[in-house]
């Protein structure tokens, strides 16, 4: 079986299987989080502030935060 | 505790994520290329060069800022920017410098004849001579200019993403900060954020907390150019760190440009110890009379940072690259390994 994958959702390592998408890990770290995600009011964003689709693979390492649909697009009053 | 030498912290590999091109030119290129292009310098030495370059009697940013047109008057031939890119990235390898950022507003290099893009491409070719030469990786990011109109900086944002896969990581907003407020150019953020490309925007510095929270919440910027005054808006820093907001901290400068009375009041460890993502720059070499290995010795000075604590902030540098996933990752297995390495051999 092949090892888990390490990865860091809001600063907060998480394991998830090989082959796992953003939102896989998101579930596997926060699983009330994800479901805001799903339901739009929340996105993630990779280590730059870029938000990345929820069925992007994860690989080793991969650093994402949660944040508000509001932050990520970050250009209303 | 580990005794911080000079050579230790050299040996820390160490990200450089704000430092501006224009700003860290070495006297005797400077010089030489005045020589060259027949530009009058203000002195003929490059010890008197350097001191008089070196801004100790700035009232505030916009004086500090006034010293940019003698080396930008030798910036404006394609072989100047590559020398120019080059020594930097050089000077960088042999401080410890694993990864370099380096910025600057192509806006400011076409008085010669170059075109936008050659200003581009020139400091990218001496970039990539530098990389194979001293095997640190580097690269750009595109500045626009608070004082200019936001459609320059439009202009400059299209020419970022132009060049987003050739070396072009990042679009930031320079300047005079005070009364040029970040969000007058948010077509410009909008257009870099909308086509892939990471922000970093200059606040905090000559005005107050209120415009790094314009920059967070209207220009993307996922990292703050100094943010010296976030300390003042507790609010405001706990909404940076829950966002992963990283500050990009350069000692030196700020107390030039009087953004801190003096180093040992710099906000750098209340940031880190608040949970912030931080970084350790340089901003202008030789407006600062500075280098990073220099920067780090003065957190560990007056800050009293550990080599633990240095290492952190490094990684955590490295962490907040404009690098594409990949490539990042990448970058900090590298890191990681030469981490392990210098806390093994030095303990």
Do not use: W
């Not at chain 2, 070495?26 to 008197?48: C, H, I, K, N, S």
């Not at chain 2, 892939?196 to 209207?218: F, K, N, R």
């Not at chain 2, 992963?244 to 400068?253: K, M, R």
């Amino acid at each position: 079986m092949s090892e888990p994958v390490r990865v860091f959702v809001n600063g907060v390592g998480a394991s998830v299987p090989p082959g796992s998408t953003v939102l896989d890990a998101v579930t596997a770290a926060d699983a009330a989080a994800a479901d805001a995600v799903r339901a739009g009011t929340r996105v993630v964003v990779d280590s730059r502030g870029l938000p990345v689709a929820n069925d992007t693979p994860v690989s080793g390492g991969y650093v994402m935060r949660i944040v508000s649909a509001r932050q990520a697009r970050a250009t209303e009053d | 505790m580990t005794v911080l030498t000079s050579d230790i912290l050299r040996r820390i590999p160490k990200p450089e994520l704000h430092c501006h091109l224009d700003g860290s030119l070495r006297p005797a290129t400077m010089l030489e290329l005045g020589r060259d292009q027949r530009v009058a310098m203000p002195e003929d030495d490059p010890d008197a060069l350097r001191d008089y370059m070196r801004v100790d009697d700035a009232r505030d940013l916009e004086e500090y800022l006034a010293r940019f047109g003698h080396t930008l008057s030798v910036m404006q031939t394609a072989e100047a920017m590559e020398r120019i890119a080059y020594e930097l990235a050089e000077d960088c390898a042999r401080e410890g410098v694993r990864y370099l950022e380096t910025r600057y507003a192509p806006v400011l290099n076409i008085d010669g004849g170059l075109s936008l893009a050659q200003a581009v491409e020139a400091p990218l070719r001496g970039l990539a001579r530098a990389e194979q030469e001293y095997g640190i990786t580097a690269r750009v990011i595109i500045c626009g200019i608070r004082n200019m109109s936001p459609e320059v900086s439009l202009g400059l944002a299209r020419l970022a993403v132009d060049f987003k896969d050739r070396g072009v990581v990042g679009f930031d907003l320079a300047g005079g900060e005070f009364g040029n407020p970040a969000s007058a150019h948010r077509a410009a953020f909008d257009y870099a954020f909308a086509h892939g490309l990471p922000c970093t925007c200059h606040a905090g510095e000559g005005d107050g907390a209120s415009s790094i929270a314009d920059a967070m919440h209207h220009c993307h910027a996922h990292r703050i150019g100094h943010g010296t005054r976030l300390i003042e808006d507790p609010l405001l820093m706990a909404e940076a760190r829950d966002a992963g907001v990283a500050i990009e901290c350069c000692l030196t400068s700020n107390v030039q440009t009087r953004a801190v009375a003096s180093i040992d009041q710099h906000p750098l460890r209340r940031y880190m110890e608040a949970g912030l993502h931080v970084s350790l720059n340089t901003d202008n070499r030789l407006m600062s009379g500075t280098d990073l290995v220099t920067e780090y010795g003065l957190a560990a000075r007056h800050l009293d940072f550990t080599f633990d604590e240095l290492c952190h902030v490094a990684r955590a540098g490295f962490a907040n690259a404009f690098l594409p996933d990949a490539e990042k990752l990448a970058l900090l297995a590298r890191v990681d390994a030469e981490f392990a390495t210098l806390r093994g051999s030095i303990a």
